[in-house]
């Protein structure tokens, strides 16, 4: 189960499309407004799924007390109907993935156990 539509790895095999995509994803990261509270774009992952609560588990302390100071600092931002100082954003260069390699594992693991629990065995006579 992918962790959500992407045209990524098309894009990859095709330099011509990656170079038309890219002005695009940019304006809309930041158009979507989460950079502007501070937030990377694994933060914005809902944690009532089992597999996300999962990958949360296995963040590092540090990674996990920083994830949580930042959905705080939005939720209060948002609350009071403000933003962050323009330098104070999450710049492109920090918005990098966190918590998505971790959940890819995660689905990984998912899909392995699913496999070894249907597995059958034939018996040769």
Same mark, same amino acid.
């Given at each position: 189960?992918?962790?959500?539509?992407?045209?990524?790895?098309?894009?990859?095999?095709?330099?011509?499309?990656?170079?038309?995509?890219?002005?695009?994803?940019?304006?809309?990261?930041?158009?979507?407004?989460?950079? &502007? !509270?501070? @937030?990377?774009?694994?933060? *914005?992952?809902?944690? #009532?799924?089992?597999?996300?609560?999962?990958? $949360?588990?296995? +963040?590092?302390?540090?990674?996990?007390?920083?994830?949580?100071?930042?959905?705080?600092?939005?939720? &209060? !931002?948002? @609350?009071?109907?403000?933003? *962050?100082?323009?330098? #104070?954003?999450?710049?492109?260069?920090?918005? $990098?993935?966190? +918590?998505?390699?971790?959940?890819?594992?995660?689905?990984?693991?998912?899909?392995?156990?699913?496999?070894?629990?249907? @597995?059958?065995?034939?018996?040769?006579?």
């Amino acid at each position: 189960m992918p962790v959500a539509p992407s045209l990524y790895n098309a894009a990859v095999k095709r330099p011509w499309l990656m170079n038309m995509l890219k002005p695009l994803a940019g304006w809309y990261a930041n158009a979507a407004g989460y950079r &502007q !509270l501070g @937030l990377k774009a694994d933060d *914005l992952l809902v944690e #009532e799924s089992e597999p996300v609560l999962k990958a $949360v588990a296995r +963040l590092s302390p540090q990674e996990s007390y920083d994830r949580i100071y930042r959905i705080r600092r939005a939720t &209060q !931002l948002s @609350l009071q109907q403000k933003v *962050l100082p323009k330098n #104070e954003w999450t710049k492109p260069e920090e918005d $990098v993935p966190y +918590l998505s390699p971790i959940l890819e594992q995660v689905y990984a693991e998912g899909k392995e156990k699913q496999a070894l629990d249907t @597995l059958t065995i034939l018996k040769k006579h």
